[in-house]
């Protein structure tokens, strides 16, 4: 998995122009592992299948690194939700230095599956459908749910049609109320509570409002 990283003893040689030409051997210098931080503190240890071939140009783009940071999942598993956040404040704790982390808290699998819902695409909001694509590459089974703003949900389907994993991609720009609405409807239609991960906190979704308080956070002003 290619994570996120700020390569702290190479940060004087990115201001260096690229027009300057090849440097001398001698000038080279040894990364020490101990300096290299990461960008984000916790990371899905899985991961999804993707195709080979590159992605459609009408796929929506996600990063790997950024893969169920912010996600759906059963409300039966709040108790185990509730003690990965405490853990995962802890670890942030323990491991952050300066603008990263020394470390990454790699969480599994809940023990209860969203597929175990028997959830479809159908159910979900009616906005554009298009494809999936992470890193570049189509998620086999993905695809992706926008109101044609920044902003779309996400997940990945069984062969069968059951979906398996469902998130939210924030963009830059602010959430539609629209959008914030269809968040409401499918956490109160599927008995599922939105975790963000990023900011390690549940998701108030009780209402349109609650959540276009928490987007603002992602909102570049």
Same mark, same amino acid.
């Given at each position: 998995?290619?994570?996120?990283r700020l390569?702290?003893t190479l940060?004087?040689?990115?201001?260096?122009s690229?027009?300057d030409?090849?440097k001398?051997t001698e000038?080279?210098?040894?990364?020490d592992?101990?300096?290299?931080?990461f960008?984000?503190?916790?990371?899905?240890?899985?991961?999804?299948?993707?195709?080979?071939?590159?992605?459609?140009?009408?796929?929506?783009?996600?990063?790997?690194?950024?893969?169920?940071?912010i996600?759906?999942?059963?409300?039966?598993n709040d108790?185990h939700?509730r003690?990965?956040?405490?853990a995962?404040?802890?670890?942030?704790?323990?491991?952050?230095?300066?603008?990263?982390?020394?470390?990454?808290?790699?969480?599994?699998?809940?023990?209860?599956e969203?597929?175990?819902?028997?959830?479809?695409v159908?159910?979900? /909001? &009616?906005?554009?459908?298009?494809?999936?694509?992470?890193?570049?590459?189509p @998620?086999?089974?993905?695809? !992706?749910?926008?109101? =044609?703003n920044?902003?779309?949900?996400y997940?990945?389907?069984?062969?069968?049609?059951?979906?398996?994993?469902?998130?939210?991609? /924030? &963009?830059n720009?602010?959430?539609?109320?629209?959008?914030?609405?269809?968040? @409401?409807q499918?956490?109160? !239609?599927?008995?599922? =509570?939105l975790?963000d991960?990023?900011a390690?906190a549940?998701?108030?979704a009780?209402?349109?409002?609650?959540?276009?308080?928490?987007a603002?956070?992602y909102?570049?002003q």
């Amino acid at each position: 998995m290619i994570l996120k990283r700020l390569f702290i003893t190479l940060l004087p040689f990115l201001a260096t122009s690229c027009g300057d030409g090849p440097k001398p051997t001698e000038n080279v210098q040894n990364l020490d592992p101990q300096k290299i931080l990461f960008s984000l503190p916790t990371l899905c240890d899985l991961a999804p299948a993707v195709e080979a071939e590159p992605a459609s140009k009408d796929a929506k783009e996600l990063h790997e690194d950024d893969w169920r940071q912010i996600e759906f999942v059963p409300l039966s598993n709040d108790d185990h939700i509730r003690s990965e956040l405490a853990a995962l404040s802890v670890f942030k704790t323990e491991h952050q230095k300066g603008a990263g982390w020394t470390s990454v808290y790699l969480r599994k699998e809940h023990p209860t599956e969203l597929v175990t819902l028997g959830l479809r695409v159908a159910s979900l /909001p &009616g906005f554009a459908t298009s494809a999936l694509a992470l890193s570049g590459r189509p @998620v086999r089974g993905g695809f !992706a749910l926008t109101d =044609q703003n920044e902003w779309f949900i996400y997940g990945q389907r069984s062969p069968d049609g059951h979906i398996i994993q469902l998130g939210v991609s /924030p &963009g830059n720009s602010s959430c539609s109320q629209r959008f914030a609405l269809g968040l @409401v409807q499918i956490a109160r !239609a599927a008995h599922v =509570q939105l975790i963000d991960w990023y900011a390690g906190a549940v998701v108030d979704a009780a209402s349109p409002a609650s959540i276009l308080k928490w987007a603002h956070r992602y909102q570049r002003q």
